[in-house]
């Protein structure tokens, strides 16, 4: 049904339909800007997917329509090396399981990278769609926090996490 294609030039238009949309940022502190935007998508060019992650871009299968972004990428999560996911489907393609899909795609990836013991999503505790997609694909909510996204802006989310295999 789906595909995730490494992050590419042509890609830069679904982060204006994402990170631009007021809409689908009410949960993130708000749109970000079009220089915010250009600096993120040249930061997912120049950081291409290794065993630190990377940034992908999700493609039905059937004709290769983009419908969303999503990735995992290392970072501390108190006083630990972890892996974060992050993603965001398109409001046209919502309700469809095309999030789950991905989502369960990036826990298989990073299951088989030999970094870091656990992936953990961040999702506002009022975001009850991205609360729904990490149940679905696997992961253990941990229970409330706070959290940081973006820089200075302190939002209450569930840290949902999945344990990855052991090296």
């Not at 590419?8 to 079009?34: I, K």
């Not at 795609?105 to 970094?115: F, G, H, K, L």
């Not at 505790?125 to 990490?134: E, I, T």
Request: aromatic residues 10%; glycine residues 8%.
């Amino acid at each position: 049904m789906i595909a995730l294609r490494p992050w590419s030039n042509e890609d830069r238009c679904v982060l204006e339909r994402t990170l631009g949309n007021p809409a689908m940022m009410e949960h993130l502190g708000g749109a970000e800007t079009a220089d915010q935007i250009a600096r993120r998508h040249e930061r997912y060019l120049h950081e291409p997917s290794s065993e630190r992650g990377g940034m992908f871009t999700i493609t039905l299968r059937a004709d290769s329509a983009v419908v969303g972004t999503i990735g995992f990428w290392a970072t501390t999560w108190q006083g630990e090396l972890v892996y974060e996911a992050g993603w965001m489907v398109l409001p046209e393609y919502a309700g469809r399981g095309i999030a789950t899909l991905a989502a369960s795609m990036i826990v298989a990836r990073a299951s088989a990278e030999p970094q870091y013991r656990s992936l953990h999503a961040f999702p506002s505790v009022s975001n009850l769609a991205s609360n729904a997609v990490c149940r679905k694909a696997g992961f253990t909510n941990r229970g409330e926090c706070t959290f940081e996204y973006p820089k200075k802006h302190f939002m209450q989310c569930n840290d949902w996490c999945v344990e990855l295999p052991c090296r």
